[in-house]
Each structure stands twice: as C-alpha cells, then as structure tokens.
C-alpha cells in the first residue's frame, strides 16, 4: 500500500502545508512506502503533530523506532547535552569513542552471555553482517530462510526476503532455500527443516520469530524448536532477526526468549537507534578488517540514546508494562472482531500486534479511514494492519485508539 498524493489530493485540501510538501517531495524524490500524507513536525508522548498543527495517536512507533514514544524528558536531555559537542558524529570502526563502550557493554548485559558486538547504520545492513559471519565460518553455500521473511532492501538482505514481488524483481540472489514460516504446531511442513538440513550443506539459517512486513505471524513453538535442534544437530548458525521486535516490543527485551532458545547471532536494529549484530565470540573473525563501516559504531548521539533507552525500559519496569498492555489491546481488538465480520484474525506478542481482513481492499479502506479519524497504523503482508504503539502507551490512549477503531469500522458497514 503506497500513497498517491494526486488521487487524493481533494482529501488533504485543508491541509495547504503539508499538501505543498508532499506535492515537492514526489516531484524530487523518488516515491517510495509512504502511506499516507503525514508530514511530521513535533510528538509528545504517544502522539506525533503534523506541519498544518493536527495531532494523531501514533500506532506506529515510526515503524516500531521510537519504543518511548516523544518528546522523553531523559531523552532530550541527551540531545541536548550532546549539542554542544563538536564531533558527535565519527567514523566509529576506525576511531574509539566512549559511548561505544557503554552501549556495548549494556546491551551484552542483556542479551547471550559469551558474546560480542558489532554496530553498524540499520536493521539492513546489521542482516548483512550476521551473514557475512556465518558464511566467514561455514563458506558460501546456501542459507535457509522463510516464506513471508523480510530481512531488508540491501541486495544480501533481500535475497532472504521474501514479502513483495515488487521488493526483488531483476535483482540478484544469493542461494538460498526456502522453509514455510509455520504459526501452528499441526503444520504438515512443521518438520520441513530436518529434510532440508540432512538433504543440504547449507551457511546459516534466519528468521523472524514475528514476521512483521510478512502479517505479523507469529511462529509456533515446536517449529522453533525444530530450527534450533536442528541448527545444533548439523553445526548450523541460527540467526534470529530481532531488527523490530526487539528491545521490548514483544514484552521480553528479545522474541527468541519467548521460546527458550539461544540464537548463534542475532539482529537488532530500529529502537536502538542504529544497527547491530550480537554474535557469539565462536564467529567472531580472526583477523580484522573483515567488518567495518564508516558510521557503524559513529554516531555518539544515537548510541547515548540507545543506552538511555535500555535502562529507561529497565528502570520504569516497561517490559511489564509492554505485556499488560499488550493482553489489554489485544484483548480489545479481539472483541472487536467478534462483532465486526470483515475481521478474520487477531494475532501478535506484546504491542506487535496484527488484525487481519476479508480483503486488501477492505484494509486499505481502514488505513485511510483511521488517518482521516487521527489514528495512525499501517499495513502488513496482503491484508493486514500492523499496530505497534510507543511502549509506554496508556490505557487510556488505548481506549481512545479503539474507539476510534470501531467508529471506523462501522463508518465503511455503512
């Protein structure tokens, strides 16, 4: 789902600011994912402020990247400490700087024990890392991942993607083999990974547990379980994409502790504010050089924020908080669905959250409808919408999203 500005320009037409600034972006940028015409000026808590002074209840967390919200007071005292200093940005592979080391340090504190880091710009370009490891070990063979994944838009990245058509046409691909993404312990393909294992020498294999850009599926338990026995039986480096459901979102700092597993590697990107890798210190190379970026480890002002936001969630309990809120939203969507028929499903962990539709057409109706009526979500897999709200969302603003929900949905009955 992309927005056309002309095709709904009579829509936006009281709103002259951003209509100019949508109108001069299409004309000098390419148009990319965006869904709506939002053009974002300030946030306060849980709700972002459009150019033309409107407010909306963000259900996006711009993507799941903004896991407070806006407008943190601990935050901006971060910012505002660090614009003084002249040199907040460096090249972070190639010179040291402090903040490296802390947000290193507290993000180890939290994840596998005998690990180590290496930070890098995006979720994208932190998948392209982990597979590079895992093919420094184990050579360029096929990797294994699932029907639906999406791993990111750079070229590594996206050969293991597999979410749009539009997403991979003429580009090219690394061997890779393909596994059902199974939401059911009753799947008939829940085994599929001992075949392929036994049949294949293969690099790595890599997963999301909560297939965001894919529907928001949720894998089943025995089918991680399968992946991760399996990775063992044959030596296979299980690398668990963590870029937007980790730090939180799905009420555990990472999915994978939901079911009891220790990945090899694992990604994170989004709310940490940059890109990262955690791997086991068995992959680390041997000699250096074979990992590095100009900005990866750089940018002293997002690792600052990257901390902070580790011991905000720590120190404000918000995982708690993540899980009460999330059963309360889910439970709401739930009853929602069970008096409206163009609802099939309710699905997520935590605030990552799916409802599912009869139709794209349907979906792609609410999503407009919803912004008209300042409450913004956005789509997932065929027809699906993804809600994925700042973690510290209130109950209230809950209640508030849902009723503006079902107004909508009783607007498109009629």
């Known amino acids: 789902m992309t927005w056309n500005y002309k095709k709904h320009h009579n829509d936006i037409m009281m709103k002259k600011k951003s209509l100019s600034i949508v109108k001069k972006i299409h004309q000098l940028a390419y148009n990319s994912t965006f869904v709506y015409p939002l053009v974002i000026k300030d946030g306060q808590g849980c709700y972002l402020e459009d150019v033309d002074g409107e407010q909306y209840l963000d259900f996006t967390s711009n993507i799941a990247s903004c896991p407070l919200g806006y407008n943190h007071p601990e935050l901006n005292a971060i910012i505002k400490r660090y614009g003084s200093i002249g040199a907040h940005k460096i090249a972070g592979q190639d010179f040291y700087c402090e903040e490296h080391c802390q947000l290193a340090e507290k993000l180890l504190s939290i994840s596998t024990p005998n690990s180590k880091v290496f930070f890098i710009n995006s979720g994208a370009e932190a998948v392209e890392n982990a597979i590079k ?64 294992a036994s049949e294949y020498k293969v690099s790595f294999i890599i997963i999301e547990l909560v297939q965001g850009e894919g529907g928001v599926n949720v ?8 992946i991760h026995k399996t990775s063992i039986k044959y030596g296979i480096p299980l690398i668990i994409d963590e870029v937007q459901t980790g ?6 700092w990472w999915t994978y502790q939901h079911y009891g597993i220790k990945p090899s590697i694992f990604t994170i990107g989004k709310a940490l504010q940059l890109g990262a890798v955690v791997f086991d210190k068995k992959y680390e190379p041997p000699k250096p050089g074979v990992l590095s970026s100009t900005w990866g480890g750089g940018s002293r002002i997002d690792m600052a924020i990257g901390r902070k936001t580790i011991d905000i969630i720590y120190n404000e309990k918000i995982l708690e908080k993540v899980n009460k809120s999330g059963n309360l939203l889910k439970k709401c969507l739930i009853e929602i669905k069970n008096k409206d028929t163009k609802i099939i499903d309710v699905r997520g962990l935590g605030l990552m959250l799916g409802v599912e539709f009869h139709s794209k057409e349907i979906r792609n109706k609410v999503i407009k409808r919803l912004f008209k009526n300042k409450l913004l979500v956005i789509p997932s897999g065929l027809k699906t919408i993804r809600i994925l709200p700042p973690l510290v969302i209130t109950n209230e603003e809950i209640s508030k999203g849902m009723v503006i929900f079902e107004k909508v949905l009783k607007e498109i009955n009629h």
Not at 219 to 226: E, G, H, T
Not at 247 to 252: D, E, I, M
Request: aromatic content about 8%; charged content about 25%.
């Open 247 to 252: 730090l939180g979102r799905t009420g555990k």
């Open 219 to 226: 894998a089943s338990k025995k089918f991680v379980s399968n």
């Open 133 to 196: 490891l895992a093919y420094r070990r184990t050579g360029p063979l096929p990797g294994i991942s699932c029907i639906n994944a999406f791993h990111g838009r750079t070229l590594g990245a996206l050969a293991f993607t597999s979410s749009k058509e539009i997403q991979k046409i003429n580009f090219p691909e690394l061997p890779v083999k393909r596994l059902k993404f199974c939401i059911s312990d009753h799947d008939p393909q829940i085994d599929n990974i001992k075949e392929i």
